[in-house]
C-alpha cells in the first residue's frame, strides 16, 4: 500500500513528499523486521530511482545542476541557491536584525527558503538554536517511541518522529546547499496552511501516544503498589510473636542425645545406691 503511494508521488512529479514517505517506509520496516538485508536494497533501490528520476524528470536535473555550481548557473538556475548562499552569509553570526534583512531577493523565501531569510536577519546562532528545537522534538518523539509497550504504537511515533525530522533536514540541506533542493516547507515555520495543518495533525497523534504512555505508566505503578502491599501482608503473616521473642530450635545431633541419655542414666544409678547405703 505504501508503495503505491510513493508511485502517485513520483507520477505527480511530488518527489520530495515521495521521497519522504519512502524514507519513513524504509526505517519502519527496518526496525518491525530487524532485516539489514532489507534496509541495504531499500538503499540500493532508492539510489537506482535517484538516477532513473534525474533521466525523466527536468525539473530534477536543474536542482541537480544549481546544487553543483549555484554560481556558474547565477543567471540561471542557480540563482535562487546562490541568493540563499548570500543571505545566509550577509546574516553572519549575530545577524542584521529583525526587519533589516533583504529576503525578497530571495525568491518564495515564505515557504521553501524561510531559513535562510531568518538566519539573515537573526543570525547563524539563532538558526543553530531553531536546529536544536527541531532535533530535540525528534528526541521526545523517539523517547515516547522506545516507552510504549505497543509495537504497533512503536512504530507510528517512530514513522512520524522520522518523517518530521526527515522534513527538516531536506529542507535545511536543500537551502545551504548540502543536498539538492526539494521544495520541502520548515515545519511550524515556513507559510502554508497544508503544511501546518499536516503538523498539527501529526503532533497531535503523538501528543495522544504520550498520553497513552503515561497511562501505561500509571498501570505499572499501581502493580507495584500491588505487589509491595501483598509481600507486606505475607511478611506479616510470617513474622515473629507479639512478645517479640523470636522461637529458636536448636538441632542436635543423635551422638549428643545419647551421651546425655547415658548421663541421665549413671546419674539415677549413683542415686540408688546412695538410697540403698542410707
Request: hydrophobic residues 45%.
Amino acid at each position: 500500500m505504501r508503495q503505491r503511494h510513493v508511485l502517485i508521488l513520483v507520477l505527480s512529479t511530488d518527489l520530495g513528499a515521495a521521497l519522504i514517505f519512502f524514507v519513513v517506509y524504509l526505517v519502519m520496516l527496518f526496525v518491525a523486521t530487524r532485516q539489514w538485508l532489507y534496509a541495504i536494497a531499500g538503499l540500493g533501490a532508492g539510489a537506482a530511482a535517484a538516477v532513473v528520476g534525474y533521466h525523466l524528470f527536468s525539473h530534477i536535473q536543474v536542482r541537480v545542476e544549481a546544487w553543483q555550481d549555484p554560481i556558474g548557473t547565477y543567471s540561471g538556475s542557480g540563482y535562487q541557491v546562490a541568493q540563499s548562499l548570500f543571505a545566509i552569509g550577509t546574516g553572519s553570526w549575530f545577524g542584521t536584525g529583525l526587519f533589516k534583512g533583504q529576503p525578497d531577493t530571495i525568491p518564495v523565501s515564505e515557504t521553501d527558503f524561510i531559513f535562510s531569510a531568518i538566519t539573515e536577519e537573526m543570525g547563524v546562532i539563532y538558526a543553530l538554536c531553531l536546529i536544536l528545537i527541531c532535533v530535540s522534538c525528534y528526541v521526545m518523539f523517539l523517547n515516547i517511541a522506545m516507552e510504549l509497550r505497543n509495537n504497533f504504537y512503536k512504530l507510528i511515533a517512530l514513522g512520524l518522529g522520522t518523517c518530521y525530522i526527515f522534513q527538516v533536514f531536506l529542507q535545511i540541506g536543500g537551502v545551504t546547499k548540502f543536498i539538492p533542493s526539494t521544495g520541502m516547507t520548515l515545519p511550524f515555520v515556513s507559510y502554508g496552511g497544508s503544511s501546518m495543518l499536516s503538523t498539527m495533525i501529526m503532533f497531535g497523534i503523538i501528543q495522544g501516544l504520550y498520553i497513552i504512555r503515561e497511562d501505561e505508566e500509571e498501570e505499572r505503578e499501581k502493580r507495584k503498589t500491588k505487589k509491595r502491599k501483598e509481600k507486606k501482608k505475607w511478611r506479616g503473616k510470617n513474622s515473629a510473636p507479639k512478645d517479640g521473642k523470636k522461637r529458636t530450635e536448636i538441632r542436635r545431633s543423635p551422638k549428643t542425645e545419647a551421651a546425655e541419655k547415658n548421663g541421665n542414666a549413671h546419674k539415677i544409678k549413683i542415686s540408688l545406691k546412695l538410697h540403698i547405703s542410707l
